[in-house]
């Protein structure tokens, strides 16, 4: 769903100048086949050995079925011109969080003009 948000809000956020990226620890055939699927227009990365996810601390304890489990929090980051961290999105919902982005890129945007 939130992939999916992303792919339909592709051309907006180009519009803004935003660059998107999706990652996740899936291998790259799994990734190419999520993104044929689809029909993502935008470049999925796997960081299988999850060294960028332990760099930018998304690894996080969760709750699965009542149980206490290491794995990935599903986040956001807008990472400016200058290569710094603009602003972090946490435990996002699948759900409009691309329109949400869009809408902060956008008054960010608006912001520095």
Do not use: W
Not at 38 to 65: F, I, R
């Amino acid at each position: 769903m939130e992939a999916c948000g992303f792919r339909d809000a592709y051309r907006k956020l180009q519009n803004v100048g935003a660059v998107t990226l999706g990652i996740s620890a899936d291998p790259t055939k799994t990734q190419k086949k999520f993104e044929e699927k689809y029909g993502l227009p935008y470049t999925l990365l796997a960081d299988t050995n999850k060294e960028v996810c332990e760099a930018y601390e998304v690894m996080k304890e969760k709750n699965m079925y009542g149980k206490k489990v290491r794995g990935i929090a599903r986040t956001t980051f807008v990472i400016g011109p200058d290569g710094k961290i603009d602003r972090i999105f946490n435990n996002v919902k699948a759900e409009g969080h691309a329109q949400e982005v869009l809408e902060y890129l956008k008054e960010s945007a608006a912001a520095t003009s």
